[in-house]
DNA sequence: ACCTGAACACCGTTCAAGT
DNA sequence: ACCTGAACACCGTTCAAGT
């Protein structure tokens, strides 16, 4: 049984069964072999669909990230439209946590990626802000997203960090990180993207073009 | 010759080694057995001074750190504080940017780490905040710090990203990026640091303890 | 205590061969 | 076109053995 008339493989599935292991044991256990073994396949089978691991990787990463929302430019409102792609972005990550690294090592050729960049450029232009305000605001915004998702997903603390409570006493508030990890993540995202948005108000009425007021 | 009177390795000399690698190929490039031949030795030879390579780097990522700031709270000045110590960690990261999911993976046992975050935490309520507050700027200064060094040292777009110039045209002014990337990064990093500092004062004149004015 | 040589249990990827 | 079996060139880590 070298062929089977109707193929065992394809692409999608090969990323499912990808990003199922990698929810369920992380990315470092991920190997083509072990994913081979879940679709009852040999190795160099997946070579048949998938060139590299990275690329399908790749790809996996392009799926999950597909519902990150740009919508929120359309009014002409830059700040809805920071907000909302910079929480759905930050919602996307948490999904699929053990994926990050992936993600965040950049949107290489993604097309999805790319178009959304643009779209988010495109919505900070049109709203008023000079080209090159555009460009450092849509990275200042993915800095924190990432930085916030890779803090809090990543693990910035050991599960045993209250070993070293009685040594660093100005910690013992923050290690109820451990507790109420969660809770901290998300406020602190939320103060973070506020206070960003609230500062860059000043600014925007300073360089903003088309201004009539 | 098993064993020279006087010894071969050293964890210094060991991890001086694996950093110079490490900024030389990458992070993926080095295996133990590269290392150990770079170091004119076997590869099992370097468990006699680290258990693990996980180990091993983890400590490479402590000493690079090492010179990250808190100090700029010394004043009682929080903004100040957290200007410093942001500058300075994104230079330390900056230094050695093929190290950096190494540091971002959290600072785990790392005592400097803690020691650090302590004092940023300490110097934060020292000024005013309250503990709850203090821990989540601490955590929104890294997000920052973080973000902004994995979306410029870990290249956030492909190197012949031209191709996509004529296919998303918002995207003409973002692609002059492989040119001037470093600069946009350095003042993305600014923009966003400033603005968020400045969206905290007013957050700080309603919350701050101990205000008699 | 520190290093060696050989081994174990893995990797990603290639390739001739089969249908 | 798609899958197999075997191989190649690697990994991190262990361990008895040597000094």
Redesign the pocket.
């Known amino acids: 049984?070298?062929?089977?008339k109707t193929?065992?493989?394809?692409k999608p599935a090969i990323r499912e069964a990808a990003l199922t292991l990698i929810d369920r044991d992380g990315l470092e256990?991920?190997?083509?072999?072990?994913?081979?073994q879940e679709l009852?396949?040999?190795?160099?089978?997946?070579?048949?669909?998938?060139?590299?691991?990275?690329e399908?990787l790749s790809e996996v990463a392009e799926e999950v990230t597909t519902h990150i929302d740009v919508s929120g430019f359309d009014g002409g409102d830059w700040r809805e439209g920071l907000v909302v792609w910079a929480r759905s972005y930050r919602a996307a990550l948490a999904e699929h946590p053990n994926l990050l690294p992936v993600i965040s090592a950049g949107p290489g050729r993604r097309e999805e990626a790319l178009r959304r960049a643009d779209a988010v450029h495109g919505g900070l232009v049109g709203a008023g802000w000079p080209p090159r305000y555009a460009t450092m605001i849509g990275a200042s915004t993915k800095y924190l997203v990432v930085g916030a998702a890779t803090n809090s997903f990543a693990r910035g603390f050991d599960d045993d960090v209250r070993v070293y409570q009685d040594r660093y006493p100005n910690l013992s508030q923050a290690h109820r990180l451990a507790e109420v990890a969660a809770e901290i993540d998300q406020d602190s995202f939320e103060l973070a993207l506020t206070a960003f948005l609230d500062g860059l108000v000043p600014v925007y009425e300073k360089v903003r073009v088309g201004a009539s007021d």
């Open positions: 049984m070298a062929r089977p193929p065992i493989l394809s256990k991920l190997s083509m072999r072990k994913l081979a009852a396949v040999q190795a160099a089978s997946l070579y048949s669909h998938y060139r590299t691991k990275e399908l």
